[in-house]
């Protein structure tokens, strides 16, 4: 049970409360605004520069930083720097390719493969499957990173927070898609970098501030500089780095903030800016996890926020809980609405239904978003440990998606490239990186995935000159 006052709970419920409201005016008020099928997957390609950085961050930034990078922060003192600067690194290698993503105005990361290696339904769908891998198990991760910051505060069971949840992701979603997505985004994403600092200064203050939290860690490797950056372990860095930068890479949900930019020059832009906010929060999660392992080191590193917010001030707990709140339903319902996105657009549009009109498109998508809610529920509940579900997911994807998404990108500048090397990239990247895992390699098992899918594309683009060299051209 949680250790708060009727007062307390009272004060968490109606800022909690206050957050979803706000969230509900944006759904509906964007509603009136969304009148075709392409405002829904991605608000009209018309969001002004100052909405897609928020947007960005605050998809980017959600429970699983509240809870599993937090409790990295409490275990290992500085490596979550080291995460921060792996995901910024995704931003701004995206940042390269960020005018031709715009220029041709693409939704899905199935439209970028499609115009690299040309149609083939195998391809699309098994692009739009391995688009929607990231986001799903983020909504799994950040309605798990709820209940169990939820279950702390008000000892009421976790899976019956993780249902509540995701029935308010749903609720916000389906009225304006991503219109309301975007710009509830961008006012929490704001409200977050305010309860950012004034948490961060209750932590060190409740220390008896900075020198003394410093000195009260026993390991001091972990919060020295250089050295501390690498405390996770070298394997676990790299895997971070493996996962997070090529997962920020091919996320669909960084791919339509993109694409819904204004402008050419602000999509880049954005990126940048984007992956600057990310890297510099990682110092708020550093100031966070030291702080409580001070005042408590006989912790698990994924219950430290939970532990903390049964300490602090029942004010803070109030704006703590706002902060969870928005933390956490920005990322999921972005997620939420991606994954329907690629549904709708990817298999329904283009395979089931391909004469659907635009109010058929708009309802499969409010369809689709219940569906996945349910299904992410149900992950949820069977497999609870956030980190694992986040790193998981972007191994897989970067593994089938990196390569022909930008090797493919590079190469169809000089040649033309076949649907073949496009397939046989991607289900190489897939089954070299479940092989690897299997194997419990050392070596995080993404690598082998993406060494393996840009193998075989070398391959496939050498064997298939050689035939039309073998059929002199033809």
Not at 76 to 105: Q, S, T, V
């Amino acid at each position: 049970m949680g250790t708060f006052s009727s007062e307390a709970l009272l004060l968490i419920m109606l800022s909690t409360v206050v957050v979803i409201t706000i969230g509900g005016f944006i759904a509906v008020y964007f509603k009136k605004k969304t009148v075709s099928s392409e405002d829904w997957a991605i608000g009209g390609r018309k969001l002004p520069p100052y909405v897609i950085v928020f947007t960005q961050f605050a998809t980017l930034v959600g429970g699983g930083v509240l809870v599993g990078h937090v409790g990295i922060g409490y275990n290992f003192g500085l490596a979550p720097i080291m995460y921060g600067i792996c995901g910024a690194a995704g931003c701004f290698f995206m940042a390269i390719i960020a005018k031709w993503l715009r220029e041709n105005e693409f939704t899905t990361i199935p439209d970028i493969l499609k115009k690299i290696y040309g149609e083939d339904n195998f391809l699309l769908v098994f692009a739009a499957l391995m688009a929607m891998v990231v986001p799903f198990g983020w909504i799994a991760s950040q309605i798990t990173a709820f209940g169990k910051l939820y279950s702390s505060i008000t000892g009421i069971g976790m899976n019956i927070i993780i249902v509540a949840v995701a029935l308010i992701c749903v609720l916000f979603t389906l009225p304006s898609g991503f219109n309301s997505v975007a710009w509830s985004d961008f006012v929490f994403g704001v409200v977050m970098l305010g309860l950012c600092g004034i948490t961060a200064f209750q932590a060190v203050h409740m220390g008896g501030g900075w020198t003394d939290i410093v000195s009260n860690i026993q390991d001091k490797t972990i919060i020295s500089f250089p050295e501390g950056l690498l405390s996770a372990g070298l394997t676990t860095t790299l895997l971070w780095f493996i996962a997070a930068t090529p997962g920020m890479m091919t996320n669909q949900m960084t791919l339509q903030r993109v694409c819904a930019a204004d402008t050419v020059k602000n999509a880049r832009r954005t990126l940048i800016i984007s992956g600057i906010l990310i890297a510099a929060l990682e110092i708020w999660v550093v100031v966070m996890g030291v702080s409580i392992r001070s005042l408590n080191p006989d912790l698990t590193g994924e219950m430290a926020m939970g532990w903390f917010l049964t300490t602090i001030p029942k004010w803070t707990v109030a704006l703590f809980a706002g902060f969870i709140s928005t933390t956490i339903i920005t990322t999921a319902d972005s997620a939420l609405q991606s994954v329907a996105v690629n549904f709708t657009q990817d298999i329904y549009k283009k395979h089931i239904n391909v004469g659907a009109s635009d109010k058929k498109l708009m309802s499969v998508s409010r369809k689709a978003t219940v569906i996945v809610a349910i299904l992410a529920i149900m992950l949820a509940i069977a497999f609870p440990r956030v980190m694992d579900l986040i790193i998981a997911s972007y191994a897989y994807s970067a593994s089938a998606l990196l390569v022909p998404i930008y090797a493919g990108y590079a190469y169809s500048k000089r040649r033309t490239l076949t649907t073949k090397v496009g397939k046989n990239s991607m289900i190489a990247g897939l089954v070299g990186c479940f092989i690897a895992q299997m194997l419990h390699t050392r070596i995080p098992y993404a690598i082998y995935g993406i060494l393996v899918s840009y193998v075989v594309m070398i391959i496939t683009i050498k064997a298939n000159e050689s035939k039309k060299l073998s059929t002199g051209g033809k």
